[in-house]
C-alpha cells in the first residue's frame, strides 16, 4: 500500500487508447499499466513518484496525483 502517493485514473482515459499508451511511456518509474484494455496505477511503484508531472502534461485533469503526505494535496 501506497504511503506518499496515490493516483487517480479518470473514466474518461479508458476509452482513449492513445492516452493509456501515453501514460505508460511518460512515467519514468512506471506507475501507469495496462492490465488487459484497462489502465492501473501499479500500487507497488507508487511511492516511487518523482512529481515530474509528465502524466499531467499528458492527461491534464484526467489524472490526479495525490500527496498522502500533505493532506491529499493535489500536485499542480
Ligand atoms: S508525476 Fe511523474 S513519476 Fe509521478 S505518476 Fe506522474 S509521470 Fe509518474
Redesign the pocket.
Known amino acids: 500500500m501506497s504511503l506518499f502517493i496515490t ?1 487517480e485514473i479518470a473514466d474518461a482515459v479508458q476509452s482513449d487508447e492513445a492516452l493509456k499508451k501515453q501514460l505508460v511511456e ?4 512506471d ?1 501507469f499499466a495496462l492490465d488487459g484494455p484497462r489502465l492501473t496505477a501499479v500500487e507497488n511503484n507508487l511511492d516511487e ?8 502534461d499528458a492527461a491534464g485533469d484526467k489524472v490526479a ?1 495525490i500527496k498522502l503526505y500533505d493532506g491529499n494535496a493535489r ?1 499542480e
Open positions: 493516483v511518460v512515467c519514468p518509474v506507475i513518484c518523482t512529481l515530474c508531472r509528465l502524466c499531467l496525483v500536485l
